[in-house]
């Protein structure tokens, strides 16, 4: 598991990594419960190294997983890793942010930012008569005491009509999928630079399994910016 990047002990770890092993909000395609499993199994086929030749020095703690649509038991795992360097999360539906990122915010002072790269805004007050759905990521986000400012929606090309008004009223950062195609990269870390990364003292991001696939989105690589 997690082929030679585990720590020795916890101590010596530089990243605690845990998953939440739920998909009961998602709308559209089960099965990202099995995500956390699935990922660790194929960790062991791929070499610590990245697509330049540079080998990861890292080395990482893994905490389990969490298997409930559960606060407490989230901000316990995120409790555990607080004093690493980096605590990484592994998803699960998009709801489990919900969980992850009011978690984060009550253990880390400072102004923090979210970066949300995903085909949809997930900002519905109610989704499907549900505030935990997945389609409620953000708006949770904002209630739990993250402000308009301080959230970035990046690749976005599906709109519900009640997310097209909130962020007509709100100052929310948007970048299209079709805008990031025509400023390039570069412009758009430039403006998440103004918008989230300058004076932040932390930052989180998570990497989330996709339930509905929405065509028309960026390629691998422009994720890696």
Same mark, same amino acid.
């Given at each position: 598991?997690?082929? +030679?990047?585990?720590?020795?002990?916890?101590?010596?770890?530089?990243?605690?990594?845990?998953?939440?092993?739920?998909?009961?909000?998602? !709308?559209?395609?089960?099965?990202?419960?099995?995500?956390?499993?699935?990922?660790?199994?194929?960790?062991?086929?791929?070499?610590?190294?990245?697509?330049?030749?540079?080998?990861?020095?890292?080395?990482?703690?893994?905490? &389990? @997983?969490?298997?409930?649509?559960?606060? &407490?038991?989230?901000?316990?795992?995120?409790?555990? &890793?607080?004093?690493?360097?980096?605590?990484?999360?592994? &998803?699960?539906?998009?709801?489990?942010?919900?969980?992850?990122?009011?978690?984060?915010?009550?253990? =880390?002072?400072?102004?923090?930012?979210?970066?949300?790269?995903?085909?949809?805004?997930?900002?519905? @007050?109610?989704?499907?008569?549900?505030?935990?759905? =997945?389609?409620?990521? +953000?708006?949770?986000?904002?209630?739990?005491?993250?402000?308009?400012? @301080?959230? !970035?929606?990046?690749?976005?090309?599906?709109?519900?009509?009640?997310?097209?008004?909130?962020?007509?009223?709100?100052?929310?950062?948007?970048?299209?999928?079709?805008?990031?195609?025509?400023?390039?990269?570069?412009?758009?870390? @430039?403006?998440?630079?103004? +918008?989230?990364?300058?004076?932040?003292?932390?930052?989180?991001?998570?990497?989330?399994?996709?339930?509905?696939?929405?065509?028309?989105?960026?390629?691998?690589?422009?994720?890696?910016?």
């Amino acid at each position: 598991m997690w082929r +030679n990047l585990l720590a020795e002990n916890f101590e010596n770890a530089d990243i605690a990594l845990f998953g939440i092993a739920v998909d009961e909000n998602c !709308s559209v395609g089960r099965g990202t419960a099995l995500a956390p499993k699935t990922l660790r199994e194929c960790s062991e086929y791929l070499p610590p190294y990245t697509a330049a030749g540079e080998k990861l020095e890292p080395k990482l703690w893994d905490l &389990g @997983d969490v298997t409930e649509f559960d606060y &407490g038991q989230v901000f316990e795992k995120m409790a555990s &890793g607080k004093d690493k360097k980096c605590t990484f999360m592994i &998803g699960g539906d998009h709801s489990v942010s919900i969980l992850s990122e009011k978690a984060f915010r009550a253990l =880390h002072n400072g102004k923090i930012g979210l970066i949300h790269i995903d085909a949809h805004a997930d900002i519905c @007050d109610v989704y499907m008569d549900s505030k935990n759905s =997945h389609a409620c990521v +953000n708006r949770r986000a904002l209630e739990n005491g993250y402000a308009a400012t @301080d959230l !970035s929606l990046i690749g976005i090309r599906s709109f519900e009509g009640q997310e097209v008004e909130y962020l007509a009223d709100n100052p929310v950062l948007v970048a299209r999928a079709d805008e990031v195609v025509q400023k390039g990269a570069d412009k758009v870390v @430039d403006e998440l630079r103004k +918008n989230v990364l300058k004076d932040f003292s932390s930052m989180t991001a998570y990497c989330r399994s996709n339930g509905g696939q929405i065509s028309g989105g960026w390629v691998q690589n422009h994720g890696f910016i």
